[in-house]
C-alpha cells in the first residue's frame, strides 16, 4: 500500500478524469440526446442529474479510491468482504467498451486522414458502409478488414505504451497531451462551425426549448443515462484513478471541477455539432428539424456518414475542418480508453500480483485481440448490438448495484462522508447522503425498469 504509485500533480489527476470523462459520449451522444429530449429545456433534468447523481456519486467514488487505495475489486472488497465481484462485474463492463472504442478510434484514425483528399467521395454514406467496412450486405459475417488493422493497432501500441510506462509517467503524461491539444482544436471547430452559412438555424434548432417535455419521465431517464455515461460513472475507472491521489488531496472540489468540465466540453460539443448541421441543412434546403429526423444526429451514423457529407460542402480548406472534427473524436477517445483499459489493468496486477507491464500485456493484448471481431465485416452490427446493451443496462444496473450495496448495504455512507470532508473545504452534508441514498436509486430503479419494457415491447 504504501508504495502505490502517484500522480505527479494535481492538474495531472484532473486532466486524467476529465480525459476519462471526455469522450465520444461528449461529441457524438450528449447533442443528439438533448436535441432529441427537448432542446434547451434539456438543461434542468440534465443539470438536475449532474447534481443529484453526477458529482454525488463522482465524489462517492473519488473518496473510496482515496480512502481504500485499490483498483475497484480491492476498495470495493475493502469497503466489505464480499463485495470484490462487484469491482470485478464493472471491470468486465470496462473491458468489453474498451474492446469497441478501440475500432471507432481506428475508424477516426483513418478518416482523418480521407479528410485530406475527401476519400469519402460523393456518397460518403456508401463508401463508409461499401468501400470501408466492406459491409457487401449489412450484417454480413466475414473476415477481417485490412484498412482497420493497422491504426487498430495503433491505437492499442499509443494506449498500452503510455499504460506501461505507469500512472505519473504514462497516463497523466498521455492527458497532459492530449486534453489540451483537444480543447485546442475543438476549439477551433467550434468557431469555424458558428461561422458557417445556416449555423444560426442549427443553435436555434439545438436551444429552443420545449417546455412540454419536462413532463416526460423518458426526458429524465435520457439526462440520468447521459450523465453516468459521460462522467464514466460506475464503471471502476474513477475508483481506479483516485486510488493514485496523494493523502493531500480536495476529494470534493475536484469532483466539482471534473463534473463541470465535462459538461462544459459537452454544451461545446453540442453548439459545434448543431452548428454544422444547420449549416448542411441550409446548402440542401431543407430545415434542420428535417434534416435531423432523416438523417439522425448522433453515433456512428453522425461522425461517418453524415460529418463527412458536411466536410465536404464547407467553403475555404475542407479538408482541414475534417482533419480537426476526426482528430478531436481520436484524442477524446485514446483518453478515454487509456481510462478504461486501466480499470483491468489495475486490477489484474494487484489480484494476482505481477507487474504493470504484464497486466498490460495480458489485459489489453486480450482486449486486443478481441477488438478484431469488430474490426470484421459484419463487425458494425455487432458493435451496435453490444453498444446498446452497455447503454440500456450497463450504466443504470452497474450504478444502481454499487449505491444498494456500497452506500446501503455496506453502510459505508457515513464513513464515506467524513473522510471526503477532512479532504475539502466544501463541506458535505445530508444532501450528498440523500441525493445518492434515495433520489438517485429511485431513478435508476425506474429507468431499469423502463428500459426492460421497451426492450421487451
Ligand atoms: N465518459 C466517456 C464519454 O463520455 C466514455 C466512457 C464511458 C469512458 C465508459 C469510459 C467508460 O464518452
Ligand atoms: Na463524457
Redesign the pocket.
Known amino acids: 500500500m504504501e508504495n502505490r504509485a502517484q500522480w505527479g500533480t494535481r492538474v495531472g489527476f484532473l486532466l486524467a478524469a476529465m480525459g476519462?470523462?471526455?469522450?465520444?459520449?461528449?461529441i457524438w451522444r450528449f447533442p443528439a440526446t438533448a436535441y432529441d429530449s427537448g432542446g434547451g429545456a434539456f438543461i434542468v433534468p440534465y443539470l438536475f442529474a449532474l447534481l443529484t447523481a453526477g458529482i454525488p456519486l463522482l465524489i462517492m467514488e473519488y473518496t473510496i479510491g482515496h480512502k481504500y487505495r485499490g483498483s475497484a475489486p480491492k476498495s470495493f472488497g475493502r469497503i466489505k468482504k464480499g463485495f470484490e465481484w462487484l469491482g470485478w462485474w464493472q471491470v468486465a463492463i470496462?473491458f468489453v467498451?474498451s474492446t469497441y472504442y478501440a475500432v471507432i478510434i481506428a475508424w477516426a484514425i483513418m478518416y482523418a486522414f480521407y479528410s485530406f483528399n475527401l476519400t469519402w467521395g460523393d456518397d460518403p454514406t456508401a463508401f463508409f458502409v461499401g468501400d470501408f467496412l466492406e459491409l457487401a450486405d449489412a450484417g454480413a459475417i466475414g473476415g477481417l478488414v485490412p484498412k482497420v488493422l493497422l491504426p487498430l493497432l495503433a491505437v492499442w501500441v499509443i494506449t498500452l505504451g503510455f499504460l506501461a510506462r505507469g500512472v505519473k509517467k504514462g497516463i497523466e503524461v498521455a492527458n497532459k497531451i492530449f486534453i489540451p491539444l483537444l480543447v485546442v482544436l475543438f476549439l477551433i471547430i467550434v468557431v469555424r462551425a458558428v461561422t458557417l452559412e445556416g449555423a444560426a438555424d442549427g443553435l436555434s434548432a439545438f436551444f429552443t426549448p420545449e417546455w412540454n417535455r419536462i413532463a416526460d419521465p423518458n426526458v429524465w431517464v435520457a439526462a440520468y443515462g447521459q450523465i453516468f455515461?459521460?462522467?464514466?460513472i460506475a464503471?471502476a475507472?474513477m475508483v481506479t484513478y483516485s486510488s493514485y491521489l496523494p493523502k493531500k488531496s480536495d476529494i470534493t472540489n475536484n469532483a466539482f471541477i471534473t463534473g463541470f468540465a465535462n459538461s462544459s466540453f459537452e454544451i461545446l460539443a453540442g453548439i459545434g455539432v448543431f452548428a454544422a448541421v444547420g449549416f448542411m441543412a441550409f446548402q440542401y434546403d431543407t430545415s434542420v428539424g428535417q434534416l435531423a429526423a432523416e438523417r439522425g444526429v448522433g453515433g456512428i451514423g453522425l461522425a461517418f456518414m453524415v460529418f463527412p457529407e458536411i466536410v465536404s460542402q464547407i467553403p475555404g480548406i475542407p479538408g482541414l475542418f475534417g482533419f480537426l472534427f476526426f482528430a478531436s473524436l481520436v484524442l477524446a477517445g485514446l483518453s478515454?480508453l487509456i481510462?478504461?483499459t486501466e480499470t483491468y489493468v489495475a486490477a489484474v496486477s494487484e489480484k494476482f500480483n505481477v507487474s504493470r507491464i504484464k497486466a498490460v500485456l495480458l489485459g489489453g493484448g486480450l482486449a486486443g485481440v478481441i477488438s478484431l471481431l469488430y474490426a470484421t465485416r459484419g463487425g458494425l452490427s455487432i458493435l451496435d448490438t453490444v453498444d446498446h446493451f452497455i447503454n440500456t443496462f450497463g450504466v443504470a444496473l452497474s450504478g444502481l448495484v454499487e449505491i444498494v450495496a456500497l452506500a446501503w448495504l455496506a453502510r459505508s455512507i457515513k464513513g464515506l462522508k467524513e473522510h471526503a470532508n477532512q479532504t475539502s473545504d466544501i463541506m458535505l452534508g445530508n444532501w450528498w447522503v440523500v441525493c445518492l441514498q434515495v433520489i438517485t436509486p429511485i431513478v435508476l430503479g425506474y429507468m431499469m425498469v423502463q428500459n426492460l419494457i421497451l426492450e421487451l415491447s
Not at 229 to 232: I, P, R, T, V, Y
Request: aromatic letters at 12%; hydrophobic letters at 50%; proline letters at 0%.
Open positions: 476519462s470523462a471526455i469522450g465520444l459520449g461528449n470496462s467498451i455515461f459521460s462522467l464514466s464503471f475507472i478515454s481510462s478504461i
